[in-house]
């Protein structure tokens, strides 16, 4: 799977460890969910200001958040339906913000690490249509991304 990382903030220091871990996590989802090779996501690193004006614009909350997924491939009665060849294996964009990132990181008690990688699986597995709607839904989530997060040694 093709993965872009880009660090589009200058408030929490972005290592090349801190990548490796979104890799390998994002690796780690694409194996289990048989994602192809050609399958692409892209994960865009931000600050609170960044993340809080893309809530209120796409979800209409005025407040940062950690994490928002944009899924590529789905389909909803809002959006037209069209044809773009070529397109198919766009997962979509995951954008996870640092700072909240960190806060959580030192809240929890767990390195940044483990929080970005939680974060990164998180937002990918909504590319891939899971949700938390419900406690069934919910459970089953964080069990996969538990799962997930130990395979790889980042646990609490």
């Known amino acids: 799977m093709e993965i872009a990382v880009i660090n589009s903030q200058a408030k929490v220091e ?20 048989k994602l192809g090779e ?63 990132a960190r806060e959580q990181s030192r809240e929890y008690g767990h390195s940044l690490a483990r929080e970005v990688g939680f974060l990164a699986v998180h937002g990918m597995l909504h590319l891939l249509g899971y949700d938390h709607q419900d406690e069934k839904e919910s459970a089953a989530m964080r069990a996969l991304e538990e799962d997930i997060l130990a395979s790889l040694e980042l646990v609490r």
Request: proline content about 5%; overall charge negative.
């Open 14 to 33: 972005w290592t090349p460890d801190l990548e490796k871990t979104v890799v390998q996590v994002l690796d780690r989802v694409a194996v289990l969910q």
């Open 38 to 100: 050609e399958a692409e996501v892209s994960v865009v690193l931000v600050d609170d200001l960044q993340i809080r004006a893309l809530n209120r614009q796409y979800r209409g909350q005025d407040t940062p958040t950690d994490v928002l997924s944009f899924a590529l491939r789905e389909i909803s009665e809002e959006e037209p339906s069209y044809d773009a060849p070529g397109e198919d294996n766009l997962l979509g964009d995951i954008i996870i913000s640092l700072e909240t």
